[in-house]
């Protein structure tokens, strides 16, 4: 029995990367998924595991098997506050999935189309000082390895803070137990303020507030703040009109950024005073809703992201040199820029591995080539050690990255020990791990 389809062409969410694999598999469980490895072998194929898409790397570009996890998803088990999900869950599930066990995540970022195993091994994250990325919630992974051996890990183990966040380069994650919180609710203040003030008073900011963000709108010296604050479940939620959210959500934010972006390609010269105009009118003002309302905003307009982690006290004067350079440039991406913050972590790779982190996120809209402008932001990046997100555009290789993170070589070392035969490869991996 074949589990492994003919291939067809794959394109990723931002339109930034496509591949054609030779074949695509779907199981449905994990033993199958241990076939589809067997097989993979057999045939001299390399095997790369695929969620949503939403990666804007070629992380998850083969011209082997592309193995499709989406029907391993689901609720698996529940101990407490920890819930085993199927690899292949999405983060828009979850609150269905865990409402009726009163649980919530942590922490999340602002979008939920992710699986949880795209999302944890490539260090997805959200903000807030003292909260670390998705991958920081997991206590145990399991994975089909390189010899189609079935490994479970915990935390504690020798293996987890390299399996926890792998890139996909150490075998196929097939579950995840995520140690959860009761669910709450959070209240969300959001407003226009000055971009000298946020910024000089970033420190504070993130001291003084659960989970605190700004968006930087080149051309404007203003800037949109959220401030969310956790709150008791049994809060009252704000009574909004589900109309007014809907213009909020899909018409402002989706749908006059769309046309912003689209007017700004064949006339530059009207971006910087609809930024301006942006800065003010994106923001909601004041409300009260579940955890996941709160984090989460829809996103329909396509976008190309680059995102880097920089030490969380060099955040105000790397974007000064941000400003500085968008000015020298001329450029006025129609795009905001967005700011967060995260607590240090312990896991290998994670972009906050053994520093409290700060990090900006530029995006260009999808038609548009970002290579200028990610370059001359990039370079800004480098300068201050910065590390990029896996899952987002940049053009670090190994050298470099070798040298930004302190367990570099401890990770190697594991693929290395789980795939010596690089049956996980793909040609982003080997540039950001080594072609060895």
Known sequence: MTLLGPGTRWRNWGRSESSTPRHVARPTSVDEVVEVVRQARERGLTVKPIGAGHSFTAIAATDGIQL??????????????LVTLGAGTNLYQLPALLGPHGLALANM???????????TSTGTHGTGKNFGGLATQLRAVTIVTADATVLHVTHGDELFPAIALGLGALGVLVDVTVECVPAFVMRAVERAEPF???????????DGADHFEFYVF????LVSTKTNTRMHNDTVRSDKSAVKDWIEDVVVNNWALAAMCNLGMVAPVVTPPLNRLAAKVSTKGEFTGSSHDVFVSPRTTRFKEMEYNIPQEAIPDALRDVQGALAKHRLTPSFPIEV???????LWLSTASGRESGYIAFHRYFREDPRHYFGLMEEIMVAYGGRPHWGKIHTRDADYLSAVYPRFADFVAVRDRLDPDRL???????????AN
């Open 109 to 119: 970022g602002d979008i939920d189309r992710q699986t949880i195993a795209g999302a």
């Open 68 to 81: 499709d996890i989406s029907a391993i998803d689901g609720v698996l088990a529940v101990d407490g506050n």
């Open 218 to 221: 080149p051309g404007s010296d």
């Open 196 to 206: 000298d003030l946020v910024t000089g008073e970033w420190q504070q900011r993130i």
């Open 424 to 434: 996980f490869r793909n040609a982003y991996l080997d540039r950001v791990l080594g």
């Open 340 to 346: 967060r913050a995260a607590a240090s972590d312990d």
